[in-house]
Every structure is written in structure tokens, then in C-alpha cells.
């Protein structure tokens, strides 16, 4: 069946280190990836996406990577600040399902000052 | 503005009770889907409809009614409340498939 991601790990890192995210995925039919943040009480926001037909895609402080080779993504987080504390959670869909999200199970994310 | 409201945000009932949690989109798009948290932060899709029309449904108990009464609203009933039901239920929207969705703030649901 499809699959994404693992089980829910933690991240801690220093006030402005850089972060990485990594994600796994099993559906090969997937074309589509995306990364959403999730804040304590609040609905999972929309970071960055990236499409099947690129590896790489660059936003405000944060980059994915796609490896279709082995089924991994990943999300950089420049510098690294308080703000970005929370659940991170990786997406994918595939190309015939109607829009229909596959999460993985997310990673807590915990920046100390 | 809010993008997609849900209502309410809280919500606590005794098993037996049927409720209705709704939502409403001002983005203009045609998709809308309903998702379940779990208490593990696991999202899954329950339901997803497109100009009104049901185009997904998960393996949900029949308990869960969804409808949609223009493309801007999508509300989910559950009949029957059980313990089990007790979770975070998002909705979310986009522009069809191609495009990222965007999520209400949820609605916890308690059965008690």
C-alpha cells in the first residue's frame, strides 16, 4: 500500500543552525511532493512544493530535495529560527488521485535559542 | 481574511449524539477534502469533493455523511458518535488537483 514517511521523529537544533527534514516515500506513481508546517492548534501550512520533473526547488529560507532513485525527500531550513518550532510533514500525491494528500507521519522540529 | 474557516473549533459530545462540523472556503477553488488527525498527528484523507461532486471516499464508516452545498462549503455529519471518533478534523481546498491545499484551523472533536 502507499506509505510516507516515518515514525514521528524529533529534530532539536540551535538558533540559527540549518535544519534538515528527510522523508521517505513508497509510491513511485507519485508526482507531486509537498511539505507543510504545523504549529501547536493550528492546520498544517504550505511550505514549499516540488514537482517529479525537478530534484531541487529553492523558497524563502527553505530548499527541497527530490531523489526519485531512492523515494526521498527532504527539507532545508536556513538559519534556523524559535519561529520555525513545530511539526513538519512531508506530502506526496499521485498523478490519478483527484488531489488526494499522502502524509507522512511529520517531525518535531525544536529550535532553542 | 480567513482562506477556510471551519466551525466550530472545539468540539465535545457524549457517544450516542450526532454532529456536524462545517466549513467554508473563500479562495474560489473547486476541491475540497475533509481530513482526520489522529492523536499520533497522523493526517489521512477521508473525503474529497469537486464542484459538489464526491470524488473520493476513503474507507470511512458510513456514520460520516459528507455534503456540499456549493463548492465554497463542505460540511462533514457524523452520526452515532463512538470513543474512537475523537480526534482533529481539518478541511482543506485547492485549485483541482495541480495545486497545493490549503487547511482550515481544524475542529477537535471529544467523545466522551
Known amino acids: 500500500g502507499e506509505s510516507v514517511g516515518l515514525h514521528l521523529p524529533t529534530l532539536s537544533v540551535q538558533e540559527g543552525d540549518n535544519s534538515i527534514i528527510n522523508c521517505a516515500y513508497s509510491n513511485s506513481a507519485s508526482d507531486y511532493f509537498i511539505w507543510y508546517k504545523q504549529e501547536s492548534g493550528k492546520g498544517p501550512q504550505f511550505i514549499i512544493d516540488?514537482?517529479?520533473?525537478?530534484d531541487k526547488r529553492q523558497g524563502q529560507r527553505v530548499t527541497v530535495l527530490l531523489n526519485k532513485t531512492v523515494k526521498h525527500l527532504s527539507l532545508q531550513i536556513a538559519a534556523t529560527q524559535p519561529g520555525d518550532s513545530a511539526v513538519y510533514f512531508c506530502?506526496?500525491?499521485?498523478?490519478?488521485?483527484?488531489?488526494?494528500?499522502?502524509f507522512g507521519q511529520g517531525t518535531i522540529l525544536t529550535v532553542h535559542p | 481574511d480567513t482562506a477556510v474557516s471551519q466551525t466550530p473549533k472545539y468540539l465535545v459530545t457524549q457517544m450516542g449524539n450526532d454532529k456536524s462540523i462545517k466549513c467554508e472556503q473563500n479562495?474560489?477553488?473547486?476541491?475540497m477534502y475533509w481530513y482526520k488527525q489522529d492523536s499520533k498527528k497522523f493526517l489521512k484523507i477521508m473525503f474529497s469533493?469537486?464542484?459538489?461532486?464526491?470524488?473520493i471516499n476513503e474507507t470511512v464508516p458510513n456514520r460520516f455523511s459528507p455534503k456540499s452545498p456549493d463548492k465554497a462549503h463542505l460540511n462533514l455529519h457524523i452520526n452515532s458518535l463512538e470513543l474512537g471518533d475523537s480526534a482533529v478534523y481539518f478541511c482543506?481546498?485547492?485549485?483541482?488537483?495541480?495545486?497545493?491545499?490549503?487547511f482550515g484551523q481544524g475542529t477537535r472533536l471529544t467523545v466522551v
Open positions: 482543506a481546498s485547492s485549485l483541482w488537483r495541480d495545486s497545493e491545499a490549503f
Open positions: 469533493y469537486n464542484n459538489k461532486e464526491l470524488i
Open positions: 479562495l474560489g477553488h473547486d476541491t
Open positions: 516540488i514537482r517529479s520533473n525537478m
Open positions: 506530502a506526496e500525491r499521485e498523478r490519478t488521485s483527484y488531489g488526494k494528500l499522502t
